[in-house]
């Protein structure tokens, strides 16, 4: 079993709809939670960061934390085509000097 | 602007050459990180450093080199011992657990 575990996609969606990714892992120990997005030949960029578990909002971008069922999600409201991007998760265990990263997930939102 | 920059954006290698990729930030990060981009294969490990003069192998580092002799640089050369270099390369750097990771833009290696 991977660490990370990361739908490759793409998730089609229409302008305006609600998105929801997701990663899962299996390590118990990892207790900082990011998403970063990553625009096609640009390097990706820090979009939500939770430490432990529980939700975070900022704008249009909701980010939660399910230790127990070692699940995380980003959900994007009223998504836009300028969220067209591979979002990948990461992860880290309380004394890491590396984030673990899934695969990313391919997003396109149309017009 | 802080941030982090590598350059060249793109670069072409000849069988048996060895070249080198060059990243540089002005954040004042303690920690880079040098990562490999292929297609389906996500971000994988080569090499990073959390303080100057020591760096650690990630997990692809044969045929990668690297060193630190200042903060603000990190540089990645690809070998002639590296079958097959042709990737998208990522430097980050990061100021502690709390930060995660800012990346620079890329550079896109091709072997021509």
């Known amino acids: 079993q991977k660490e990370v575990e990361q739908d490759p996609g793409p998730l089609s969606v229409p302008e305006g709809a609600i998105v929801s990714l997701n990663c899962t892992y299996s390590n118990s120990a990892f207790q900082y939670f990011m998403w970063y997005r990553q625009y096609s030949r640009k390097g990706p960029e820090l979009l939500m960061y939770?430490?432990?578990?529980g939700n975070k909002e900022d704008g249009r971008f909701t980010a939660q934390v399910d230790k127990s069922s070692k699940y995380i999600s980003l959900f994007i409201r009223d998504s836009q085509p300028s969220d067209s991007a591979t979002y990948l998760c990461a992860m880290g265990d309380s004394g890491y000097s590396t984030l673990t990263f899934g695969k990313g997930t391919m997003l396109l939102v149309s017009p | 602007d802080g941030g982090i920059t590598q350059s060249p954006k793109y670069l072409f290698r000849k069988e048996g050459q060895n070249v080198t990729l060059s990243c540089e930030q002005n954040?004042?990060?303690?920690?880079m990180y040098w990562y490999r981009q292929d297609p389906g294969q996500g971000l994988r490990l080569i090499y990073y450093s959390q303080i100057v003069n020591d760096f650690q192998k990630g997990d692809i580092a044969e045929g990668y080199s690297v060193s630190r002799e200042k903060k603000e640089s990190f540089p990645l050369t690809v070998t002639s011992a590296q079958k097959n270099p042709t990737a998208f390369y990522l430097c980050?750097?990061?100021?502690?657990?709390?930060?995660?990771?800012?990346f620079g833009s890329g550079t896109r290696l091709t072997v021509v």
């Open positions: 954040l004042n990060h303690d920690a």
């Open positions: 980050a750097s990061s100021a502690g657990q709390l930060r995660g990771y800012t």
């Open positions: 939770t430490y432990s578990s």
